[in-house]
């Protein structure tokens, strides 16, 4: 059912997609592996596939680690730009930046040509960047001290990215941008939920339109407002971490994230700064050793694009983006269908790319001397998940020599992690991880399993490896936990027609290789160890650490559903454990079944919630507005269940070490119940917060950030009154 609030749908196609979806299926799915029958392998330098069922692109073969990564600007003069403040002050005293959300060009490897790019263009820039690039207007903000910005939307023309237009919302524009803080602890309007859109000639979204003056939310923060324009309030009242910010545009956040509308946001405090004393490396705008790393994985046009893919109606010219456009139902099953034939452009179940960047760089590396780095790492990938290790290069041509039968890696061992932190600030306790456990398919482990959209905090030591170069290999299957090996690109390759040579791409087992430099400075000591307390540094947490029992009854089971669409495409739900047209899947329009009313004396509400996992894929669910505590995953009878409390199989065991802090993006695996403690509250602003327009109260959403999940359809509104 179309939830009326809402007048975003404009057309009743629009109405009428939310309800032709209810195709039930729970069973756990399996990709097909026919596909490799379909492909021949191109020939050449290329390396281009030549579909014979259907269109899919490969990229051209890219050299490995031939160009630095980038850095920040102005250290590396060909970084990243930094935004910095206008020298104005918005509400409260906040530090007030301008930033421009643009199309340029930039090129993401020397054999490339240069790739079209949407992105955040900060107006004022630390050193005075001119250059815009991939990933730019990295953020650096102070706790308790609050910002404000102004985006000015500036897009203009065709989508770089073919879209469909049976995805709903996605025929509202091509052009609208959404900026949501991912992590971030903000009032709603400043949230950037999938309906405060807002279009370079005064368009907006459903959730921004207010009744009555100022009939604008953002006029809330900004009276003086020009048309393409929208302002946001980060309070910053959050203890150190990384946080992201990235497009949330109803209908096309998958395209804009994957064309690049996304960037670093780091919170600082007094904790961490005086964790320097004990050996932490300095920041990275003081030109300290602390790197940034944003993982991708996409696809190139390569030659003769029109050849190999006829269908393609995005950019032609060699070194443009490339996505899947079409429903091939040799990779994706398709199950029975109201409507034929499958459009094209189409949605598709998830996104894998054939070739790996760092920080907008195409199989980069780094030159570190042998001393100790920070690294700040987030996976940005679509669909992606990783499973992160560091081994030394043994000179072979691929710099990895893997066992002929188990397909691991035989080099040595590179320096192990020293996790402080994830996406909810510090840990209890650093925890020292082994660098090279390979992924195990038994307990869905690894070395550091990182699904879309989380980030680790880490220490890596490179002191004992001068003279050695040192790649960042991933083996996570793709999809996840379960795999496609047309999904897994490396030379040798098994039932992947796919098959570089050794030292280029398609590769989506190396990221990136750290050249190790002798040091010209001794390191501090490290005090820092697997024993220091780290409490201090985070808000305490509700449930002890290794108790699987939650403090209070559990007030909501919620599920992770998997079904057909009405053109017999895979689609995602969440939902409640209440069964509605054949299944417990409800879209995002339909009506608001998670709301949450605050206690009037404290202004909080703590919640558990137990999320029954009923499809066959581990799903990264991202929570808005709060971070989470994951108390336990259970197995449970997943045939049997029909609602209600779950029959479960086996003990309940509490999150890896890993994970035992706080979180906004938790892994909820297949054939598990994950359950969670969420603490509520709504964070304290200088002004006036009034409600929603569409859902009354303050509007959040929970969602999976698979990209291609979320937007069809596992994404719930979340409103908190």
């Known amino acids: 059912m179309k939830n009326l609030k809402d007048n975003d749908v404009t057309s009743m196609v629009d109405a009428k997609k939310n309800d032709l979806i209810r195709m039930d299926r729970r069973t756990f799915v399996k990709m097909a592996g026919a596909a490799a029958a379909a492909l021949a392998l191109g020939k050449g330098l ?49 530090l007030h930046y301008k930033i421009e959300i643009e199309q340029y060009t930039d090129q993401l490897h020397p054999d490339l040509g240069f790739t079209t790019l949407r992105g955040y263009k900060p107006q004022n820039t630390l050193g005075g960047a001119v250059s815009q690039r991939h990933l730019g207007g990295i953020i650096v903000a102070n706790r308790g001290t609050p910002i404000q910005i102004t985006f000015t939307n500036m897009l203009s023309g065709a989508h770089p990215i073919p879209i469909d237009q049976t995805i709903m919302g996605a025929n509202l524009g091509p052009n609208r941008a959404d900026t949501h803080l991912h992590g971030g602890f903000v009032p709603w309007i400043s949230d950037g939920g999938p309906h405060a859109w807002f279009d370079p000639n005064g368009g907006y979204g459903a959730s921004v339109i207010l009744p009555k003056a100022p009939k604008n939310i953002f006029k809330v923060l900004n009276p003086k407002l020009k048309p393409g324009q929208a302002e946001y309030y980060y309070p910053n009242d959050q203890s150190a971490r990384m946080v992201w910010y990235h497009d949330h545009t109803w209908g096309i956040t998958r395209m804009n994230a994957y064309v690049g509308i996304a960037s670093a946001y780091i919170i600082r405090d007094t904790f961490e700064g005086n964790l320097r004393n004990l050996g932490l490396p300095d920041y990275i705008e003081n030109g300290g050793h602390e790197i940034p790393i944003v993982i991708q994985d996409k696809i190139f046009v390569g030659q003769n694009i029109l050849e190999t893919d006829p269908t393609w109606t995005g950019l032609t010219n060699p070194g443009s983006l490339w996505y899947a456009h079409t429903y091939d139902t040799t990779r994706w099953e398709q199950g029975p269908a109201a409507l034929a034939p499958l459009p094209d452009p189409s949605v598709i179940p998830e996104f894998f790319g054939d070739t790996m960047l760092a920080n907008g ?100 030591d490179f002191s004992g490896f001068a003279g050695q170069k040192i790649i960042l290999y991933n083996d996570a299957p793709a999809p996840f936990p379960g795999g496609d090996p047309l999904n897994d690109y490396f030379p040798g390759a098994p039932n992947n027609p796919t098959q570089p040579v050794p030292g280029f791409g398609p590769n989506t087992r190396q990221i990136m290789r750290f050249k190790v430099v002798p040091a010209t400075s001794k390191d501090s000591v490290l005090r820092i160890t697997p024993g220091t307390d780290l409490t201090a540094g985070n808000d305490p947490l509700p449930v002890k650490l290794g108790n699987t029992t939650p403090p209070i009854p559990v007030t909501r089971t919620l599920t992770l559903n998997e079904t057909f669409d009405a053109y017999g495409r895979l689609f995602q739900l969440l939902g409640t454990d209440v069964s509605v047209a054949q299944g417990f899947g409800r879209g995002y329009m339909d009506p608001t079944t998670e709301t949450i009313t605050l206690d009037p004396t404290t202004g909080k509400k703590d919640e558990v919630w137990q999320i029954v996992n009923l499809t066959g894929d581990t799903h990264p669910i991202h929570f808005h507005l709060v971070n989470v505590q994951i108390i336990s995953r259970q197995p449970f009878n997943v045939n049997s269940y029909n609602g209600g409390a779950p029959t479960f199989t086996g003990p309940a065991r509490p999150p890896d070490p890993n994970e035992r802090g706080w979180k906004e993006t ?33 509007e959040y959403v929970w969602h999976c950030h698979i990209l291609e999940h979320e937007e069809h359809d596992m994404m719930r509104p979340l409103v908190v009154t």
């Not at 290329?46 to 990564?69: E, H, M, N, R, Y």
């Open 46 to 94: 290329g390396f281009d596939l030549i579909p014979t069922a259907s269109a899919f692109s490969q990229s051209p073969g890219l050299i490995k680690f031939g160009q630095p990564l980038r850095g920040v600007f102005p250290l590396d003069s060909n970084g990243i730009p930094m935004a910095i403040p206008d020298g104005t002050l918005g509400m409260g005293g906040a």
């Open 361 to 460: 760089t195409v199989f980069p590396e780094a030159t570190v001397e042998a001393r100790r780095y920070r690294f700040r790492i987030l996976n940005a990938c679509q669909a992606r998940f990783l499973n992160l290790q560091l081994y030394v290069d043994d000179g072979s041509p691929d710099g990895i020599t893997l066992n002929p039968k188990t397909f691991t890696p035989t080099n040595n061992q590179g320096p192990d992690f020293l996790v402080l932190g994830t996406e909810g600030g510090f840990l209890p306790k650093p925890l020292l991880v082994s660098s090279n456990v390979t992924f195990n398919s038994k307990t869905l482990s690894g070395s550091l399993i990182t699904a879309p959209a989380e980030r680790w905090d880490l220490i890596v």
């Open 666 to 698: 938790v892994r909820m695996n297949p054939g598990e119940v994950t359950t969670v403690y969420i603490p509520f509250k709504l964070p304290t602003v200088p002004f006036t917060v009034p409600p929603s327009p569409r859902t009354g109260g303050n």
